[in-house]
């Protein structure tokens, strides 16, 4: 037998014993009656073809492997960024059991949700029921100070109206006529993540400044971040920056500390976020920037609309993004970029000067959501590297267009191309035809790393089988440092496996490189 | 070092312990005084102490009652740990299966999350001959909510169909928009299954139906009866010792680590359900001459269909730690007769020095430690004993999602005093564990991290943690191997600041 008290064998060595090589493969034999070997091995060759590529890409209905989640999650993340905040998800509970683990599984941490439960006969006649008796039990066992109501796709098919329903609730008590519950339509038939976030930070900014007169503040800075997996990493490093800066700013929206509570022996179920008052004051601001675009659309329409000015980035990382970041804030704000942070600036820079050899040329396929799939290329392009292919399930044709025209500004970007809509399995057979030295996005990756052997570099939501990178900036030029070492490890590693096999190839393992 | 359980000296009896009824009915009455009325009112039903055998009427294998309510909606607002009909089907019973395609038909969403996320083991090219850790979805957009998802559906199978041939059939796994919609799944179903000669299966598992993923493995069973079963010439030639594993999904290779032991008694596993298996497997179950079922839960439904129509006798069995095994195997052998019941004595034998070894290492760590579970399917009740193996004591367990039948059988398992808690929410599991301060919390993702926070171990019983197998003999080392370095863990120590602590602040003053 495999097994021993004293050297354990978990799953990954213990089915390589001979004993379970065997049992599985006379299982396959005999019970489960496979395609002949042969016809296994053409059709997998067929599909690293172009004619198997043309096919894949011309789908019309069926969608494999997307790179994108639904709006309620963008939903929950959002409202995760605000004080003592209970997201409220209404409509069939086992989402919420979905977008909880979803998060947990990423961040490592603990993610608080809940949900109206709504089944069979709240599709008859409405979840007003379960509206009711859900705010009335959400407000008193987890004491929250705002409750952000967002919708599955259940409650919007049947028509539920947010707005009433709250109405009436309040109405019977369930929550006091003051307290504040935001709410946001977020059908998980449109759009993807990356609009919850947008209806949901929309959401409670109108809950906060509708009705309420703008006593403009000169000079003062809201700064939006986006759904981010990397907020607690990112959002602190920004904060560090604007500090340095000297500027007058208010995240709206920071899950950072939600996402990142000390073990010391007490669950807080919310912990930092956006101060309510805050986002009160945020009225006032100047300027809201949003740092990513296609997370903010509407929202920051609505800033427009009550008069503040408004610009956005695309997940600014690398050197010229943060650049313009920046100098941008340092412009509304009136405040200099101070020196420190032109050193670290040049510090990033030395770095990249030190590894360009290892960088120059290289080619890449960068996938995710749109504002990040942005920012990456335009930091490959920094390296010297190349993105080849550039993919987002959920960009539309107007990032199409951004991104043409950021690769049509740089020799680097010359052959790159852009796919918006496509999914991860659309990417397997541009990795098979166009092959990259280097993938960049998230966990789902791992299996286009494992059917192309291109290496994945992780620097995405979800990453669920790394642990902890989420706790280190991006952003900044001190992300962009962690951003060009992750990329340099992933090829330092593949370089070393590939020329590791004594007597053969190590006569190229350099101890020095 | 206290003493070994009895059975490893031959006396087939578990460990004694008692748990503090009183105490626990405490408990409950404080977080019930923290609802407001109506949901008080529910919520009290679902939360009881064990009491003792006695109360527990004629059945001989009972040794407390635990009778709460159970399998009825949740409360709304209440952060409760289920999920929902969609999540048993394609999360639990469909999706294993590897040779077929199974489409998440709706929006994005529900496949995405539980992409990949059960840790079902198979073997196979993936994308190629077999599935599993993929995610096919229609990605319903809005015209096709206004306008119906059938022509799409359509179009999404003639796909499928081209792109990847070596399939050998289609599960559609219904989102909450469908049966909402309107659609005609089932006649797509016919007419698609027909133009490609292949098994397409509708599946009505809507999030909605139900108040949690139980209604989906029943949905899912009636699936099979209704669109597999009795619908191919097969070829296939049974033999007298012939079994059907049902209910085990080969998380982190559990089926396997079962099988193993199976064959080594002498049978014939020619249907595992549904991890690791191929629609051909599932397809000839109804020749098999005994169904051995694991998860109770979610294949009940069709082992009793099969018993009514094919006469195959059910039996139920429990791979979770020495005790269980021992008594399962003798129990499986038995119904086949002295010639394997002797290849029993002789496996039951081969691993008892084995079972020492683990028992013998453990033991000294783990013995005395309290452990609550919340679990789905058959876990709150049978890897009980596999912890009492140990020496540890479970103080309390519940389910997501069980029925009466499951907190009947779990009388067979815990003790007096033990705290029962049905669809816990987040609320009262909190209370629970920061009242009774166990040594050990198993259950799933989202209560993973709160209660270490709390400075308590911690181990998933979903998933095993992303480690397993946990069945058999081989899993058994294993699981003794994580409950030995999640509760000793030096981490735990750590939490305090020291200069929060005076004596560690008044030595470092000299």
Redesign the interface.
């Known amino acids: 037998?495999?097994?021993?008290?004293?050297k354990?064998?978990?799953?990954a060595p213990?089915?390589c014993e001979p004993?379970?090589r065997q049992?599985?493969a006379e299982?396959?034999l005999n019970?489960?009656?496979?395609?002949p070997d042969q016809?296994?091995s053409d059709?997998?060759e067929f599909?690293k073809t172009w004619e198997?590529r043309e096919?894949?890409l011309a789908?019309?209905?069926?969608?494999?492997?997307?790179a994108?989640?639904?709006q309620?999650?963008g939903a929950v993340f959002a409202a995760a960024g605000f004080e003592r905040t209970m997201s409220?998800v209404h409509?069939?509970?086992?989402?919420v059991?979905?977008?909880?683990?979803?998060l947990?599984?990423h961040f490592?941490?603990?993610?608080?949700?809940?949900?109206?439960?709504?089944?069979?006969d709240?599709?008859v006649f409405g979840g007003l029921k379960?509206?009711v008796?859900?705010?009335?039990?959400?407000y008193?066992?987890?004491n929250p100070k705002m409750i952000a109501v967002s919708t599955?796709?259940?409650a919007e098919?049947?028509g539920d109206d947010l707005h009433g329903f709250i109405e009436n609730a309040k109405s019977e008590g369930s929550v006091p006529r003051d307290f504040d519950v935001p709410f946001a339509h977020t059908?998980?038939?449109?759009g993807?993540h990356v609009d919850g976030y947008d209806s949901m930070v929309k959401g409670v900014l109108e809950n906060f400044w509708k009705g309420t007169a703008r006593n403009e503040a000169t000079a003062t800075i809201n700064i939006i971040p986006g759904f981010d997996g990397f907020c607690v990493g990112n959002n602190r490093e920004l904060k560090r920056l604007l500090d340095l800066m000297q500027v007058t700013y208010m995240f709206i929206q920071d899950a950072s500390d939600q996402f990142d509570?000390?073990?010391?022996?007490?669950?807080?179920?919310y912990d930092g976020g956006t101060k309510i008052n805050d986002v009160k004051a945020a009225l006032n601001a100047e300027w809201t920037l949003s740092l990513q675009y296609y997370n903010t659309r509407k929202t920051l329409d609505y800033c427009r609309d009550v008069g503040q000015a408004a610009t956005s980035f695309h997940y600014p990382l690398g050197v010229e993004a943060t650049d313009e970041l920046l100098m941008v804030i340092s412009e509304i704000s009136s405040r200099e970029i101070p020196e420190a942070i032109r050193l670290e600036r040049g510090r990033l820079i030395d770095a990249m000067a030190d590894s360009q050899a290892w960088l120059y040329g290289k080619k890449y396929a960068i996938y995710g959501d749109p504002d990040f799939v942005y920012a990456m290329a335009r930091f490959i392009m920094e390296t010297g590297g190349e993105p080849t292919h550039c993919l987002a399930t959920n960009g539309t044709s107007a990032w199409e267009d951004e991104m043409k025209e950021l690769l049509a500004s740089s020799p680097f970007g010359k052959n790159a191309q852009v796919w918006p809509g496509k999914d991860l399995?659309a990417l397997?057979s541009l990795l098979f035809t166009e092959p990259v030295d280097l993938l960049i996005g998230n966990s789902?990756g791992k299996?286009l790393e494992r059917?192309t052997g291109t290496p994945l570099v992780r620097l995405m939501f979800p990453i669920f089988d790394r642990h902890h990178h989420h706790r280190f900036p991006l952003m900044g030029y001190q992300g962009g440092l962690r951003l060009l070492t992750a990329i340099l490890d992933k090829i330092f590693d593949n370089l070393d496996r590939e020329t590791m096999h004594a007597g053969v190839t190590d006569y190229s393992y350099d101890l020095t490189r | 070092m206290r003493l070994h359980p009895d059975f490893l000296r031959g006396r087939a009896m578990s460990l004694k312990y008692d748990n503090d009824s009183g105490f626990h009915a405490k408990l409950i009455a404080d977080v019930l005084s923290q609802y407001p009325g109506k949901a008080a009112k529910r919520r009290s039903k679902h939360l009881s102490v064990a009491t003792s055998e006695k109360d527990a009427g004629e059945d001989p294998n009972t040794i407390s009652e635990c009778e709460v309510k159970s399998n009825i909606k949740s409360v709304p607002g209440v952060m409760t740990i289920r999920g929902c009909a969609y999540a048993g089907s394609k999360g639990v019973v469909w999706g294993p299966i590897k040779d077929m395609v199974h489409i998440s038909h709706g929006p994005v969403g529900c496949g995405q999350y539980s992409w990949s996320q059960r840790r079902n083991y198979y073997v196979g090219l993936t994308g190629i001959d077999t599935f599993v850790t993929m995610q096919f979805t229609s990605d319903f957009q809005e015209k096709d909510i206004v306008f119906g998802g059938d022509k799409k559906l359509e179009k999404v199978i003639d796909e499928i169909a081209e792109l990847f041939p070596l399939s050998n059939g289609i599960s559609l796994q219904s989102e909450c928009p469908i049966g909402l919609i309107g659609d005609d799944i089932e006649a797509v179903a016919r007419k698609k299954a027909k133009e490609h000669t292949t098994t397409v299966v509708p599946v009505r598992c809507e999030g909605f139906r139900g108040v949690s993923q139980s209604l989906g493995h029943h949905i899912a069973n009636d699936a099979i009866r209704d669109w597999v079963f009795d619908k191919k010439d097969l070829k296939f030639e049974p033999g007298p010792y012939d079994v059907n594993v049902i209910g085990d999904y080969n998380i982190g290779g559990d089926a396997w680590a079962s099988r193993i032991l199976l064959e080594e008694i002498g049978l014939r596993v020619v249907g595992n359900w549904s991890g690791d298996a191929t629609l051909a497997e599932v397809e000839r179950a109804p020749r098999a001459t005994l169904n051995l079922i694991h998860c109770y839960r979610s294949m009940n439904y069709i082992s009793r269909h099969m018993e009514e129509k094919y006469a195959i006798p059910w039996m139920e069995y429990n791979f979770f730690g020495p005790f269980q095994i021992e008594a399962s195997l003798r129990n499986i052998a038995k119904h086949f007769g002295p010639e394997i019941e002797d290849r029993t004595e002789t496996v039951i034998a081969k691993y008892r020095p084995f079972v020492s070894a683990v028992v013998d290492k453990y033991w000294p760590r783990l013995s005395g430690k309290r452990v609550m579970l919340y679990i789905g399917g058959l876990r709150p009740r049978h890897v009980i004993t596999a912890y009492e193996d140990l020496g540890m004591e479970i103080v309390g367990t519940g389910y997501e999602f069980g029925h009466g039948d499951d907190y009947q059988r779990t009388g067979h398992y815990v003790k007096e005093g033990t705290l029962i808690y049905d669809d816990v929410t987040s609320y009262e599991l909190e209370k629970f564990i920061e009242g009774i301060r166990p040594d050990l919390v198993g259950s799933g993702v989202k209560e993973k991290y709160p209660v270490q926070k709390m400075g308590i171990p911690f181990r998933q019983m979903h998933s095993w943690d992303y480690s397993g197998p946990y069945h058999g003999y081989d899993g058994f080392a294993i699981f003794a191997r994580d409950m030995d370095m999640a509760i000793n863990n030096p981490v735990w120590g750590l939490y305090d600041a020291p200069w929060q602590n005076d004596r560690a602040l008044a030595a470092v003053a000299g």
Request: charged share 20%.
């Open positions: 037998m495999p097994q021993s008290a004293e354990t064998l978990d799953h213990l089915f004993e379970y049992m599985l299982k396959k019970f489960e009656c496979p395609h016809v296994v059709q997998r599909t198997y096919q894949n789908r019309q209905a069926l969608v494999v492997n997307p994108k989640a639904c309620p999650l409220f409509g069939s509970q086992g989402c059991a979905y977008y909880r683990s979803h947990s599984r490592k941490e603990p993610s608080s949700v809940v949900s109206s439960s709504m089944t069979e709240a599709a379960n509206m008796d859900g705010l009335a039990n959400t008193k066992l987890y599955t796709c259940m098919v049947i059908p998980a038939f449109v993807s509570t000390p073990s010391d022996g007490k669950f807080r179920m399995w397997r789902y299996y059917d």
